[in-house]
Every structure is written in structure tokens, then in C-alpha cells.
């Protein structure tokens, strides 16, 4: 029986992608996986607008978990991110044309905070089922990153555990040399 709430959030496409492959991975996720049941959300790209969206449905339905998950072009591996940073810098405007540089996200707050769910049990977990998998250090300085301050910021002491993750392009958005995963994978990964 379902006694465990997560709340999972996906992006829509940015910068020149029709998909992203976050979304399609956390939309094709079962309702329920084990004890817990999955509540979807997806955000739009915009810096701080997509973290209060994330807040005001957690006031809601008081979830155990947050978990976010968003697109990292370029990497070849589901990767758990470690720690969020106190920084906004874009190189490329959001999806509401916003495009910090080096700002703070909470003046008050610290230069960083770690995820609070448990990442290298999620890396030794996905890695058992033959899926790659391994720890990033930085989250970036772009939505991502401020979705995953934000949201740490927001829960540092009220005991949802907050983590995010991201994941690569699929086999569709990479270029020529690029590393990409298939989504059914990407899926059977984050499960
Ligand atoms: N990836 C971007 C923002 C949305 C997404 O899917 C990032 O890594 O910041």
C-alpha cells in the first residue's frame, strides 16, 4: 500500500529542444513504486517561478520526498547532484527571457546546501541494475540549480528530504558524438 508521498517534477523544453527528456521520464513513471506514492509536476524553465510552483504543491499534499529531475546535455549517466549553490549565472535566457548574472538566490542564506536524500544509496541502486549512474558535484548555475537551492533553502529544517537529479539527452536531441540515453532506460533508472 502506497503510504509514502513523492513529489517528482519534470521541466519542458528549453533553449531549442522540442522535449526534455526529464518530463517524458518522470510522465512515463508508474503512479505508485513500492510504498510510495508519485505525485508528477512539470515546470516551466523559469528562474524562482518553477521553485514556487514546486513549494505551493507541497503545502498541498505534504510530501515525504521532493525529488526534481531535469535535462544535463552532454553527460552520459543519470547523475544524483550532491549540493545546490547560492548562485544564479545564465548563459542563456530562461523561458521567460530572465537572464541573471552571478546574483544570489537567497542573500541570506548559505553558499550552499546538500541534498538531503540519500545519493550514494540512489547511484548503488541504479548501478545494480547495469544503468549508469554516478554522483555530479554541481547542478550548474541555471534553473536547475535554483530549483534545487530553493527548494533545499525552503525545507532545511522542516524534514522533507529535497534532492534532484539529472539526467542526459535522449537518443533524438544528441548531436553527432553526443552521449544519449533511451528513455525506457532513463525510466527503469530513476525508478
Ligand atoms: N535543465 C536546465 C534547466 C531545465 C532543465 O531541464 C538546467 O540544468 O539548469
Redesign the pocket.
Known sequence: MANCTLLITG?EP?HQETI?P?WEAVAALPETIGPWKLEKLRLP?VFGQAAELVLARAEEIHPDVILSV???GGRDAITPEVIAINLQNASIPDNAGNQPHHLPIHPEGHDGYFATVPVRRMVDAAQEKGIPCKLSYS??T????DVFYRLLYHHRESGVQVGFI?VPFLPQQAKVGQPSMALEEMVRGLD
Open positions: 521541466f528549453f526534455n526529464s524553465v531535469g535535462q544535463a547542478a550548474g541555471y534553473v536547475c540549480n539529472h
